[in-house]
Each structure stands twice: as structure tokens, then as C-alpha cells.
């Protein structure tokens, strides 16, 4: 079965500092897509930056950049110059086979004046 | 452009009773998810339809579970009878064929007492 862990389940950081997000997943196929989506407490689940699989660089998305490992199956978020408005349930997630996505347990982020 | 809309925001049953959740997707989608996400946890996905036909309901618990996308727009996912198990918000989802970008709607928070 596809697996997405995210192993840190609430993290904070000072305004204007930089955080990374953890997350690993397990598939069985080659070609797959990844993303990272924000859930704030009004519960619209936002795309915050996605990577496919096949793409060597590292997507980056203003503040947001992913550091994607393909052989260890890892797909961390960094969030520079965090802003107040960061705050939110940060959830990983990808798509092999067909179009339906599979979603870690998500991470919430604090980000504190 | 309009987002993805759902009605209900919120709504509250007691056990045993039936409820249904309403979504109009991203005019010109032709592909629609239904996600439960239950407290605590990522999105797990219920179904998914291109234009009026299911694509994938493997998780869909059709004894008390239905949905249906009539004429490939609207959709609508019932519950009858409700179960306790069955307190958590319901996304719908929606993206263009063939593409693996889903744009959320807002979500409906049940809680089945």
C-alpha cells in the first residue's frame, strides 16, 4: 500500500526564520507526482508547490522550495522568512497510479511573532 | 474564476439519520474527488468520477455511501444511515482531465451525534 509519513506532527518557528517540513513516502512506481498542500483553520486545502518525479530540480515556489530525494524517498518543505499567515496544517502528498491523491497525516505549523 | 463551491458548510445529525453534501466543481472539470478527513488525519479519497462516471469508489463504503454526477457537473454524496464513525469533513475536488493539479473546495464539517 502507498504510504506518506510526515513524523513531526506540530513544529513552530519565529517569524522571518526558516522551517523545514518532513515527509517520506513509499510507491512501487517510477513516475509520480508530489505536493506539499497548506490547510488552514478554515479548512480550504491550498496547493503550496508540487514536483514530479522525473524532474531532477527541486521546484521552488517564492518563499517555498522542496528538497526531493528520489532514492531515499523524501520530500521535505522549506519555508524561508516565515510570515503569521503561514500558519496552518501542512499535509504531503502524492499521486502514482491514476489521479487520486494520497495524503500524509499532516504537520501543524505555529508561526509565532 | 470561481473556486470549487460546497454546501453545507456545517451540519449536525444524530445517528441513523441520512444527510447529503452538494459540490459544483471549476466550471470546465471534468474530474471530481470526494475526500473524507477525518480529525487528526489527511484526506482519504471516497470517489472519483470523469464527467458522470465513477472512475474509483474502492474505499467508498456503499452500504451507506452514494454519490452520484449527474450530467458531469453537479455532484452530490449522500450518508443513510449515519454512523458515529462518520463525524469528519467532507472535501470535494476538482481538476481538468488529465491533469494531476485538484483545486478544493471549502469542505463540509458533519458531526454525527
Known amino acids: 500500500a502507498q504510504t506518506v509519513t510526515q513524523s513531526q506532527p506540530e513544529m513552530s518557528v519565529q517569524e522571518a526564520e526558516t522551517v523545514t517540513l518532513s515527509c517520506t513516502y513509499d510507491?512501487?512506481?517510477?513516475?509520480?507526482?508530489l505536493f506539499w498542500y497548506k490547510q488552514p483553520p478554515s479548512r480550504q486545502m491550498i496547493l503550496v508547490i508540487r514536483?514530479?518525479?522525473?524532474?531532477?530540480q527541486n521546484a521552488t515556489e517564492n518563499r517555498f522550495s522542496v528538497n526531493f530525494q528520489k532514492a531515499a524517498k523524501s520530500f521535505s518543505l522549506k519555508i524561508s522568512d516565515s510570515q503569521l499567515g503561514d500558519t496552518a496544517m501542512y499535509f504531503c502528498?502524492?499521486?502514482?497510479?491514476?489521479?487520486?491523491?494520497?495524503f500524509g497525516k499532516g504537520t501543524s505549523l505555529l508561526v509565532t511573532p | 474564476e470561481a473556486g470549487v463551491a460546497q454546501s453545507p458548510r456545517y451540519k449536525i445529525i444524530e445517528k441513523r439519520q441520512s444527510v447529503a453534501f452538494w459540490c459544483n466543481p471549476i466550471s470546465g472539470h471534468a474530474t471530481l474527488y470526494w475526500y473524507q478527513q477525518i480529525l487528526g488525519q489527511g484526506p482519504k479519497l471516497l470517489i472519483q468520477f470523469q464527467n458522470n462516471g465513477v472512475v474509483d469508489d474502492s474505499q467508498l463504503p456503499k452500504d451507506r455511501f452514494s454519490a452520484e454526477r449527474l450530467k458531469g457537473v453537479d455532484s452530490t454524496l449522500k450518508i443513510q444511515p449515519a454512523k458515529l464513525e462518520d463525524s469528519a469533513v467532507y472535501l470535494c475536488?476538482?481538476?481538468?482531465?488529465?491533469?494531476?493539479?485538484?483545486?478544493f473546495g471549502p469542505g463540509t464539517r458533519l458531526t454525527v451525534t
Open positions: 502528498a502524492f499521486i502514482d497510479s491514476g489521479y487520486a491523491l494520497n
Open positions: 514536483q514530479e518525479a522525473y524532474k531532477q
Open positions: 510507491t512501487s512506481e517510477n513516475n509520480y507526482y
Open positions: 475536488a476538482s481538476s481538468f482531465l488529465g491533469v494531476r493539479k485538484q483545486y
